[in-house]
């Protein structure tokens, strides 16, 4: 079936630092992927996406590439900041579906 | 424009009890979701409604847990008897009719605890 790889947690960077947060997935097709976040205290908000092979989602200097041939979406930022201290899910929704396939996510912890 | 609510936020019952949650989706939405997350892990689906017929219940435990959304708007997940596994959130989320992009707006979770 459908299934979502993240890279193990927890993560923690000094601020400024680069951040690459590995994702892989299984899916027949070709599926929509997401990046969803988790702050301290409140829901899960969408990231960024990408739903065909090759789109770059982008968004507050996130970015991830859908990537067909590894199967692979991994979130990149080049400068992070304290305020994204949170928990960072892959998702993928399969061709021709509306729900969502979550990874098991990524605690990241930015210190000053 | 209000997000999705979700009452109560925290509930603490006793195994073998029951308990429902209830969900009002973002205004306009036809799909509404309810996921359970475990701590530590990601979300994991339970049931998907369309407007007020049931899309995706294949990951749902029908032998205890149970949802509506009779007029196709609020939504009710009700687990009857509890089991400690079943210690949680739920989270609720809605999105508009169907698209290629997919987009869910989630809300705040009912964190339950079954001692």
Redesign the interface.
């Given at each position: 079936g459908d299934s979502v790889t993240q890279m193990e947690g927890p993560v923690t960077l000094s601020e400024e630092a680069f951040l690459t947060i590995n994702c892989t997935y299984t899916a027949t097709g070709y599926p929509s992927l997401f990046w969803y976040v988790q702050y301290p205290g409140e829901g899960l908000q969408l990231l960024l996406k990408a739903t065909k092979a090759d789109d770059k989602g982008s968004n507050k200097g996130f970015e991830a590439t859908y990537r067909k041939e590894t199967t692979s979406f991994h979130l990149e930022k080049g400068s992070v900041q304290v305020s994204d201290s949170a928990v960072y899910f892959c998702a993928l929704s399969p061709q021709g579906a509306q729900k969502l396939v979550f990874g098991q996510g990524t605690r990241l912890t930015i210190n000053p | 424009e209000a997000?999705?609510a979700q009452s109560p936020r925290y509930k603490i019952i006793e195994k073998r009890q029951s308990v429902a949650f209830w969900c009002n989706p973002i205004s306009g939405h036809a799909?509404l979701?309810w996921?359970q997350q475990i701590l530590?892990?990601?979300?994991?689906?339970l049931i998907?409604f369309q407007n007020n017929g049931v899309?995706?219940d294949s990951q749902l435990p029908k032998d205890r847990f149970s949802a509506e959304r009779l007029k196709g708007v609020d939504s009710t997940l009700k687990i009857q008897p509890a089991k400690l596994e079943d210690s949680a959130v739920y989270?609720c989320?809605s999105?508009p009719s169907?698209g290629?992009?997919?987009?869910?707006f989630?809300?705040?979770?009912t964190r339950l605890t079954v001692l």
């Amino acid at each position: 079936g459908d299934s979502v790889t993240q890279m193990e947690g927890p993560v923690t960077l000094s601020e400024e630092a680069f951040l690459t947060i590995n994702c892989t997935y299984t899916a027949t097709g070709y599926p929509s992927l997401f990046w969803y976040v988790q702050y301290p205290g409140e829901g899960l908000q969408l990231l960024l996406k990408a739903t065909k092979a090759d789109d770059k989602g982008s968004n507050k200097g996130f970015e991830a590439t859908y990537r067909k041939e590894t199967t692979s979406f991994h979130l990149e930022k080049g400068s992070v900041q304290v305020s994204d201290s949170a928990v960072y899910f892959c998702a993928l929704s399969p061709q021709g579906a509306q729900k969502l396939v979550f990874g098991q996510g990524t605690r990241l912890t930015i210190n000053p | 424009e209000a997000g999705v609510a979700q009452s109560p936020r925290y509930k603490i019952i006793e195994k073998r009890q029951s308990v429902a949650f209830w969900c009002n989706p973002i205004s306009g939405h036809a799909t509404l979701y309810w996921y359970q997350q475990i701590l530590g892990q990601g979300p994991k689906l339970l049931i998907q409604f369309q407007n007020n017929g049931v899309v995706d219940d294949s990951q749902l435990p029908k032998d205890r847990f149970s949802a509506e959304r009779l007029k196709g708007v609020d939504s009710t997940l009700k687990i009857q008897p509890a089991k400690l596994e079943d210690s949680a959130v739920y989270l609720c989320a809605s999105s508009p009719s169907a698209g290629v992009y997919n987009e869910q707006f989630f809300g705040p979770g009912t964190r339950l605890t079954v001692l």
